[in-house]
């Protein structure tokens, strides 16, 4: 037992963690909604829980909701509250659902870390159908572009939808939702216009495949909100080549990920805003879920950082509410837990930091979900700073040691517990230097005309090693593809559907295990500092990839001194390790960072440079060369991390 606890004493330690009296006693106070039940599904109910804990370390709060037809599914993982005096109190959890009437159980867990201790309280809440009788009803939510449709009952093994348009325009559909024969039906509808009449009506279809119509009812949009504030203003839009006949109109959405001080948003081809998400300053979106959810990256307090920038990772819905949501300190924790000494807490740190400190600064750039037979996935790249020895990355032999920054794939499991990680401290070279050189110091800016800035916690400058910006499911072979902007490649991790020793399989790019089948013209083939990269069939042969260009365009040695971003597809043969492009287009701009690239389903490509303007671009191949002809061009005078073409918003791009 003796060592046991010595043990457990030198894990604290190495977390940061202060030891507590073995008999910490943790109790919960009080657990309250802000509304009294029963309430119509889709409330939001925020609830309040306080606690107290007999010993001095931080109190997290785990929030958890079921009922009698569904278990528990985590909702809010692990994270800190705010403390005054003897009193704890979570942060605000906000809840709501949808899936259908009945009551609920709502689970909090308070948990001392440092002791285990837990204390565990459960209250009720019922929520009443919107529906009455056997009738469709439809009915207004905060967003003044989405509806909450509900339907009645209907059979097992059917499934619901809903049409929606207006005037004579083409009717949308939401996607086929499951029937449950004890619950009604309820879908929230968005990608509507502001300020219109749509008419809408559902569509049950049976196991055996029959549609069935229900009534058409009438809902009414309501004007954009003028009283957002500097911190959630809407984007302006001009078109500079406006779609027409050689356009993709079947993608007749592009969802653009503006971040900073300017809202995500969905809009037409003409640049009418057709949804938007108020998430405020700190929100990242990085890719939408079939079915409608969308995964973000948010600012927020976390137990693992004094610091709130991207500390939370969010599901949301169409509405705004929250789905899911876990933090970096819970992440953290359980990689530290499978024995990743650079995932250790990065509060109390010395300064300066000890060679071999490592920490989770925040999370990075993406997150996707994917499905492996019936279980689905949730992959992330949480950044890693990471304290080194002098001489590192030919950093001065005699001087202070030096932080790197880097970044892990995680993949979480259903319920968001870290099932997998791959990390590039250990399976990439440490040696090999960014490309560039690039240094991140605190307080830089990451973008012309962005408010993001670099947040630095060991160091007040760092060594900005990999900066890895995009994750892709391999689903022929079970892999991952990640890119490493920093170090001008494309990696596949073996990932083997989880059962994977995350030994790099292969590097894509200048310098890598590649050759590149270019014309001889072209002397800059290979792209660099890249995003968004990703093939776009399971047959893993067509590589999408937006090439930003910063090696090829910086002064030599690296590069040629100049030229613009483009938009690449690639076939890759992995066995013969030759790379082919299939168009190369200058994008009329050099955008520095961030960017998307994608092949739509009627074979031209969407290419989306982000700075100093976002623009969506569409080109058409001109045939028997790798050059384009831009057929829609329309600008925003805002950042745009990453943008999509789709048809709707419940139908997302597979890349």
């Known amino acids: 037992m003796r060592h046991r606890l010595c043990h457990v004493s030198i894990l604290l330690a190495a ?6 009296p073995l008999l910490a006693t943790v109790t919960i106070q009080s657990m309250a909604p802000s509304v009294a039940s029963p309430r119509p599904l889709g409330t939001q109910v925020t609830w309040t829980v306080t606690a107290t804990d007999s010993n001095p370390n931080l109190l997290t709060f785990q929030f958890n909701v079921g009922n009698a037809s569904r278990p528990y599914s985590l909702v809010r993982d692990f994270n800190v509250g705010t403390q005054s005096g003897k009193t704890w109190t979570a942060q605000p959890f906000n809840w709501t659902t949808i899936a259908g009437e009945g009551t609920y159980n709502i689970e909090v867990i308070a948990k001392d870390f440092v002791s285990g201790e837990t204390a565990t309280q459960i209250a009720t809440f019922t929520l009443t159908s919107r529906v009455t009788g056997a009738q469709d009803v439809v009915n207004q939510v905060e967003n003044p572009l989405v509806a909450l449709f509900s339907a009645p009952s209907c059979a097992s093994g059917s499934s619901v939808r809903v049409a929606f348009y207006t005037g004579t325009n083409p009717a949308g559909f939401t996607n086929w939702v499951d029937c449950n024969p004890h619950v009604s039906t309820n879908i929230y509808v968005a990608g509507m216009l502001p300020s219109s009449i749509y008419a809408m009506y559902s569509q049950t279809k049976t196991s055996g495949g029959t549609i069935t119509n229900g009534a058409k009812l009438s809902f009414t949009t309501r004007a954009l909100p003028t009283n957002v504030g500097k911190t959630h203003e809407f984007p302006t839009f001009q078109i500079n080549t406006a779609a027409g006949p050689q356009s993709d109109t079947n993608d007749s959405m592009i969802f653009w990920g503006f971040s900073s001080n300017v809202m995500p948003v969905a809009t037409d081809l003409k640049g009418n805003i057709m949804w938007y998400y108020p998430g405020g300053s700190e929100t990242l979106p990085t890719r939408v879920i079939p079915g409608g959810n969308i995964l973000t990256i948010q600012g927020g307090t976390s137990w693992n950082s004094s610091d709130r920038n991207l500390q939370l990772l969010r599901e949301v819905d169409l509405a705004g509410n929250i789905v899911r949501e876990t933090n970096t300190g819970i992440v953290a924790h359980q990689l530290y837990a499978m024995g990743v000494s650079e995932a250790a807490s990065c509060l109390g740190v010395p300064n300066p930091a000890p060679v071999g400190k490592g920490c989770l600064n925040d999370f990075d750039h993406e997150a996707i979900r994917f499905s492996v037979g019936s279980n689905s996935y949730t992959a992330i790249l949480p950044r890693f700073e990471k304290i080194f020895s002098a001489g590192t990355q030919g950093s001065d032999p005699k001087g202070p040691p030096v932080d790197i920054l880097g970044d892990m794939v995680v993949v979480l499991d259903s319920q968001w517990q870290v099932a997998w990680y791959f990390n590039e401290f250990q399976q990439l070279d440490i040696n090999r230097a960014a ?13 012309p005309n962005s408010t993001c800035k670099t947040v630095l916690l060991l160091a007040a400058k760092a060594n900005d090693w990999t900066h890895s910006n995009s994750i892709q499911y391999l689903a022929s072979n079970g892999d991952l593809l990640v890119s490493l902007r920093d170090q001008d490649w494309v990696i596949e991790v073996n990932y083997q559907n989880g059962a994977g020793s995350g030994d790099v399989v292969w590097r894509m790019g200048q310098d890598g295990d ?15 500092h890249q995003h968004d990269a990703g093939y776009t069939s399971a047959s893993d042969t067509l590589l999408t990839v937006f090439d930003n260009g910063n090696t090829r365009i910086a002064p030599p040695p690296h590069g040629v001194g100049k030229g613009d971003s483009r ?8 066995t013969t390790m030759q790379v082919t492009p299939v168009i190369t287009v200058d994008l009329g701009t050099f955008c520095k960072v961030m960017g998307a690239a994608q092949l739509l389903s009627d074979g031209l490509y969407f290419f989306q440079p982000a700075t100093p303007n976002a623009i969506a671009i569409e080109e058409l191949p001109k045939p028997g060369g790798l050059s384009g002809t831009q057929v829609l061009n329309i600008l925003s005078p805002s950042v745009s991390y990453r943008a999509w073409q789709m048809p709707n918003l419940y139908a997302p791009p597979a890349w």
Do not use: K, Y
């Open 435 to 447: 490309v560039l050189n690039e240094i991140a110091e605190q307080g830089e800016s990451c973008a």
């Open 567 to 574: 938009g690449m597809a690639l076939t890759v043969d992995t």
């Open 15 to 20: 977390l940061g963690i202060a030891s507590a």
């Open 514 to 528: 590649f050759q590149m089948m270019a014309p001889e013209a072209d002397t800059w083939p290979w792209f660099s």
